[in-house]
């Protein structure tokens, strides 16, 4: 939705500052269901290899980095800041193929 209003500046802000607000929710509801970070931990301590956790986990974490980082260049843009077009839309590719990658790998999880 976000993606195909993207040239619609003030809806594509609404819709993606939502999508944000949705996944923050989500979060927020696995690490109090499922003691999410907790679940990590043990799995590092235990040595037990775990690659695909440690793969969504990254994924994870850097999808929240890049909310950040499109927020940042989006508010430059929003502003007029011109040259910061590019790299928003740059990031933009990278931040829907993790956010992708995140959903995908979200099924392999174990849940206990
Ligand atoms: C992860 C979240 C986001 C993604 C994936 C995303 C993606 C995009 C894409 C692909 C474009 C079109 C660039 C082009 O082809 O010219 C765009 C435009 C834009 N985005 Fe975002 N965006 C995100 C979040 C935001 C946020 C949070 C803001 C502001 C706070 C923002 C502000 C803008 C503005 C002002 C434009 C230019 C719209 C126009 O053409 O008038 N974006 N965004």
Known sequence: MGWKFRHR???HIAIMAFAFLIDLVLLLYIETSRHAIAHVSKSVLSAQSDTLLYFHVTVS???L???VVQISS???LFKGWVPTRKFHQRAAMVFVTLRL???AT???IPTS
Do not use: D, E, R
Request: no cysteine.
């Open 74 to 76: 989006g508010i430059k």
């Open 101 to 103: 990658l995140n959903y």
């Open 61 to 63: 974490t850097l999808t």
């Open 9 to 11: 500046a003030k809806l």
């Open 65 to 67: 980095v890049l909310y």
């Open 106 to 108: 979200s099924f392999f």
